[in-house]
Nanobody, 122 residues
């Protein structure tokens, strides 16, 4: 059974950092694109970052996080990280990871985790 589980969320002050983890099971992650998405209260879900399948790997970021967030695959083959630096109050949201079997960031994501809350506040 294909599953994704996020962790690492929490409360952080503006300017602080957090690292989110997405642990996957039930499939070989190397062939999938993994994306991070977020949804703030009253707002639509938005894509934050994506890493494509390992063969020809590429990363994409939404403009508001470029230079602050970094997505990467862990040395353990079943984990993707989202390193978030210089956090702002507008980064507050529930963060989800998702998997796309097509392997490209532009594809449709069929598999989702349950989410982890990130709150940026003083």
């Amino acid at each position: 059974q294909l599953q994704l589980a996020e962790s690492g969320g929490g409360l952080v002050q503006p300017g602080g950092s957090l690292t989110l983890s997405c642990v996957v099971s039930g499939f070989t992650m190397d062939n999938y694109a993994i994306g991070w998405f977020r949804q703030a209260p009253g707002k639509e879900r938005e894509g934050v970052a994506c890493i494509s399948r390992k063969n020809g790997e590429r990363t994409n970021y939404t403009d508001s996080v470029k230079g602050r967030f970094t997505i990467s695959r862990g040395n353990a083959k079943n984990t993707v990280y989202l390193q978030m630096n210089s956090l702002k109050p507008e980064d507050t949201a529930i963060y989800y990871c998702a998997a796309n079997s097509g392997g490209l960031c532009t594809g449709r994501y069929h598999y989702w985790g349950q989410g982890t809350q990130v709150t940026v506040s003083s």
